[in-house]
């Protein structure tokens, strides 16, 4: 794990928070150069889609001219949702770092499936709890603001 990458992750998260958005950032990188990066704009844009981890993809596609994103690295603040986790996986990312792991365990051993999943695809590396305080903290913050509306 690279810790600039991750840090630009959490700057991205940030974005996400004074937006009002769930504090989750993502970048994406490729031969260790950030290629694409995104923040949770669900509620601004009205879309179920805007996940961090799909804005990355997305951006990283259209940089590289392909959907398939060999040799690509994510880093992202939380574990990303089966949604996320099924893009990452047919997009072929190759390394997943992941700063917390989701307080569901369900989440948890969906992602694991699909990461390792079937011949048809390569699995994805995925390391997760890489800065669990720090993701906490941030999360914990931004909950905290939402009730206090």
């Not at 690295?73 to 099924?86: F, G, H, K, N």
């Not at 969906?110 to 994805?124: A, C, E, R, W």
């Not at 720090?134 to 914990?140: D, V």
Request: proline share 3%; charged share 25%; glycine share 4%.
């Amino acid at each position: 794990m690279n810790l600039e990458f991750m840090n630009l992750a959490f700057f991205y998260a940030e974005k996400a928070f004074l937006n009002n958005e769930v504090p989750i950032g993502a970048v994406i990188v490729k031969d260790g150069e950030v290629i694409s990066y995104g923040y949770n704009n669900k509620e601004h844009k009205n879309t179920v889609l805007g996940h961090a981890e799909l804005i990355a993809i997305k951006s990283a596609e259209k940089k590289l001219n392909n959907w398939r994103l060999d040799g690509c690295d994510l880093y992202v603040t939380l574990d990303p949702c089966p949604m996320c986790a099924s893009a990452i996986k047919q997009s072929r990312i190759a390394n997943v770092y992941s700063a917390l792991s989701n307080s569901d365990s369900n989440n948890s051993e969906i992602i694991n499936k699909i990461f390792l999943g079937d011949n048809t695809n390569p699995s994805v590396n995925f390391l997760s709890d890489l800065q669990s305080e720090r993701a906490k903290k941030k999360l914990n913050s931004f909950f905290e603001k939402q009730r206090k509306k």
